[in-house]
């Protein structure tokens, strides 16, 4: 069960960080790893904890200096243009103001619906 939970929890926060290196997000990447190596060392995974640590600091290594800071985003780097109403329950939707699921994929915040960004 723990074993099962554990192997979620870093599949998604290996994900979530890769996403964000791909996306060339350093600054942000630095912050969401140094957070998810917290959160691991809290819980007493502290060999995961470390993996992270590592992947993070090899990661950012070879990262541009300050890339986010000096350049302009890449298009891919851009909030997806979501449809304006939920398609399930007709709600509002925000680009700023909903979950996102991925980079094209946002959560409606009334039904809970995956809506797909165009
Ligand atoms: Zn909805």
New binding site residues.
Partial sequence: MLAGQLETALGEIREGLAMLADMGRWRILRAAGLRAVDELHQRGWTQEAEEVAAWLNATLAGAPVEADSTLQPAPSARPALLPTH?P????ALHSDEVEWIDSRTAE?G????P?RAA
């Fill in positions: 939920c399930q329950c007709g709600g409606c009334y039904c809970g619906s809506v």
